[in-house]
């Protein structure tokens, strides 16, 4: 039953615990056990790790850039709320269908993904029934209500965390020789692989530009916390404490994952996943296993596989719904995408969100991986349009904090090396969005088809934003009329506590 529930809103259901894993859940998925083989295919395994490392520094500042809004401004659908208030209603009005399209769509890809992984054990059966099985699984995980999701994506982490664990240590008993598969292939795990051929670089500095928005969006999902802060419990204390967490977890998984596959598998190995195969391939997690000699556990990452892309569409689709209702509760979407039912669940924005991510159905009209990865282009872009935007809002933020008079140390969460960290996070943004595919113009002749594929999340993003501008009049806010007053006032009471705790223990 739905209704409009007047007076009422989300439900503050979800802990610290979920809040960490729902994060984990949504950046773990198909971009670390699938995409990571094109990485190191497209630009060697050191360059790949470059890019994780470059990508990942970024990503800390813009989480806390992001930790320290949804501290002092718990909301879901933050990007939306923070880009209205912080710099002008079109502007969060951009971003608020922006950030909901990319999580649609990314569900699109991670059911792709899920299909392929089937292949591995029913080769027959076609990648369609397995995308509209697990579809119907996702809009059941969160059709009845937000603590099932989040108890859900905190066990489908859990399970995630462990198995990356085991594989680390798995990885380093092969490369130190402790364990060795006697069916081995060509190459012994070591530095030698990691500076085969070409390596540990391939592809100059195009390669690496062009595999910084795959990495990219291996890490898309940290920024949930965000879109979750208006379902948390003490989300001044929830919060921070989760932003601690979770970037050095994740960065650690990725970073030693990537020195693992760059050590045992040689960069031009023909079972990783690349751009010119119609096979997509197989995981090169699973690939590490099988050369360990370990078929049995191979199969069984292959299953973890699957529920780690799962729990990453689910985490997907929970993101987009939430946007979706905050964009209809601000007058920015239909009034029927506000409605929540008797569990405090915006079903209406579901069943929207479902049908756009019924998209990954398109992949199996095709024989090559063709619009699998078009999804994958539109996605990462997507992504990064509101990552680009998270470092807008926390600049204007801070700054009209400090035009205004009031003090940083009321803020339950203070982001560090403000203003570099968002100035870096914008910069290093912009430079991967606009030089993603610009090969495609230094040609005798411009390829407009990769164009297209690369760069529509842009124009779309600006026709979004100028038009609402030019419908509605809408301005750039004044520093000085940030409206802050209300939420600041919200946190007199617990920043005045904090500083008496902190006297008494002086």
């Known amino acids: 039953m739905e209704n409009n529930r007047e007076g009422e809103g989300l439900r503050r259901s979800l802990q ?66 923070y880009g209205s208030r912080f710099v002008d209603h079109s502007f969060g009005f951009a971003q608020g269908w922006n ?30 029934v397995w995308s509209a099985l697990f579809l119907a699984i996702i809009f059941a995980l969160n059709y009845f209500s937000v603590k099932g999701f989040g108890e859900a994506e905190f066990w489908c982490s859990m399970l995630k965390v462990i198995t990356i664990i085991a594989f680390i240590i798995v990885g380093f008993m092969m490369i130190w020789g402790i364990m ?10 070591g530095l030698n692989v990691f500076m085969h051929g070409d390596g540990p670089f391939v592809g100059g ?7 910084s928005m795959i990495v990219g969006f291996s890490f898309q999902g940290t920024e949930l916390i965000g879109v979750a802060a208006g379902e948390s419990s003490q989300p001044a204390k929830t919060i921070p404490r989760a932003v601690k967490q979770i970037f050095w977890r994740i960065l650690m998984f990725y970073m030693l994952s990537i020195l693992i596959i760059g050590f045992i598998l040689p960069y031009n190995d023909p079972l990783l996943l690349k751009n010119d195969v119609q096979d997509v391939g197989a995981s090169p997690f699973t690939l590490v296993f099988s050369r360990a000699g370990l078929a049995l556990s191979a199969s069984l ?34 009034a029927w995408f506000g409605k929540l039912s008797d569990s405090g669940v915006p079903r209406n924005a579901l ?10 159905f398109l992949t199996s009209l095709f024989e090559s991986n063709a619009v699998y990865l078009w999804l994958l282009n539109s996605s990462g872009m997507t992504g990064f349009i509101a990552w680009l935007g998270i470092a807008i809002c926390h600049y ?21 090396w403000f203003p570099l960290g968002p100035l870096f996070a914008f910069a290093l943004c912009m430079l991967i969005m606009l030089g993603q595919n610009y090969a495609a113009f230094t040609s005798a002749k411009v390829d407009w088809n990769g164009v297209v594929a690369t760069y529509i999340g842009i124009p779309l ?20 009329k940030i409206a802050l007053a209300q939420a600041h006032a919200q946190l007199e009471p617990a920043a005045s506590a904090t500083r008496m705790a902190q006297q008494a223990a002086d």
């Open 461 to 480: 993003f600006l026709l979004l934003w100028l038009g609402y501008k030019w419908k509605h009049g809408s301005k750039l806010i004044a520093l000085d």
């Open 351 to 360: 069943y929207a969100t479902t049908a756009i991510a019924a998209l990954c």
């Open 180 to 189: 060795t598969n006697p069916d081995s292939s060509r190459y012994s795990p």
């Open 396 to 416: 204007r933020f801070r700054r009209a904090y400090v035009r205004q008079g009031y003090d940083l140390a009321d803020l339950p969460y203070k982001a560090r």
């Open 16 to 81: 610290a615990r979920h809040l960490s894993m729902i994060a984990i859940g949504g950046s773990i998925g198909t971009g670390l056990f699938l995409a990571s083989g094109a990485t190191v295919a497209s630009a060697g395994p050191g360059g790949a790790l470059l890019s994780y490392a470059l990508i990942g520094l970024m990503v800390y500042f813009l989480m806390t850039s992001l930790g320290e809004m949804a501290a002092f401004m718990p909301v879901s659908g933050s990007f939306q709320v």
């Open 301 to 334: 990452m292959n299953a973890v596989i699957l529920s780690a892309i799962l729990s990453a569409g689910n985490s997907g689709m929970y993101a987009s719904t939430r946007m979706l209702y905050v964009m209809a509760q601000n007058k920015m979407a239909p």
């Open 99 to 128: 950030y909901w399209y990319n999580w649609a769509v990314t569900i699109a890809v991670e059911l792709a993904a899920a299909a392929i992984v089937m292949h591995y054990w029913l080769p027959t059966v076609p990648g369609v």
């Open 205 to 211: 500095m195009a390669a690496f530009v062009s595999v």
